[in-house]
């Protein structure tokens, strides 16, 4: 099973600020996945991250609000740009093991933020 | 629409019994069918996988059944414990790889 690590795992944030979540995995992957986790609701897939290309978004989710970099097999950042109140949530970073290919998600410990 | 849907928000129950929770989903036609247990402040963490050619999986006191007709899926927890009380999520392979989660059941379970 992969291990992953985010940072940080909460912040108090400023209205209009940005913030880089970072997300550290113990093993290569070929997809990184990126969801968000609001209030009392279940997840939501913002983008899927490949190491060499661009990251692929889902409705709803533009690059410009939640640039995401992937430079190599084991790590990924997304940024949450321009925040507002409506952004504090837990976004959660996630890695299916190449190796498995049955589709099980491995979830880091998700990086809470409030945005005041 | 496209829509998943978990049985009520909580489900409270007596240690020993069986919990039983419901997932269900039209407009998909899932390759495969996931369960995740939630705890407070973690990240989900997965439990069971059913593919659509299975209807039925068991792993130790949990079992999950997949009918593909009726499109639902349910997780069964016997004896259950308090130790077992969480948020569990269903999530279904919806699109080239990508899981599309349901808004999950609290379980608790009281002694």
């Known amino acids: 099973s992969a291990v992953i690590s985010q940072k940080p795992s909460r912040d108090i944030c400023q209205r209009g600020t940005s913030l880089t979540i970072q997300c550290q995995v113990d093993?290569?992957?070929?997809?990184m996945f990126w969801y968000r986790q609001q209030p009392g609701q279940s997840l939501t897939l913002i983008a899927t991250a490949n190491q060499g290309s661009e990251a692929t978004y889902e409705s709803g989710f533009v690059i410009d609000k939640f640039p995401i970099s992937r430079p190599n097999l084991t790590f990924s950042t997304l940024t949450v740009s321009n925040m507002s109140p409506e952004d504090s949530s837990i976004y959660l970073c996630?890695?299916?093991?190449?190796?498995?290919?049955?589709?099980?998600?491995?979830f880091g410990e998700g990086s809470r933020l409030t945005v005041l | 629409s496209q829509k998943i849907e978990q049985n009520s928000e909580a489900l409270n129950i007596q240690e020993g019994k069986t919990a039983t929770l419901t997932c269900n989903y039209t407009?998909?036609?899932?390759?495969?069918l996931q369960w995740y247990r939630q705890d407070p402040g973690r990240g989900p963490v997965f439990l069971l996988l059913?593919?659509?050619?299975?209807k039925e999986k068991r792993k130790e006191r949990l079992k999950v059944t997949f009918d593909t007709t009726l499109k639902q899926s349910l997780f069964h927890i016997t004896a259950s414990q308090p130790a077992d009380s969480a948020t569990y999520l269903c999530?279904?392979?919806?699109?080239?790889?990508?899981?599309?989660f349901g808004d999950g059941t609290t379980l608790t379970v009281k002694p």
């Open positions: 093993s290569q992957v070929t997809m």
């Open positions: 999530a279904l392979d919806t699109n080239a790889g990508k899981s599309t």
């Open positions: 996630s890695v299916e093991q190449a190796s498995a290919n049955t589709g099980e998600l491995f």
């Open positions: 059913i593919r659509e050619n299975e």
């Open positions: 407009n998909y036609s899932p390759a495969y």
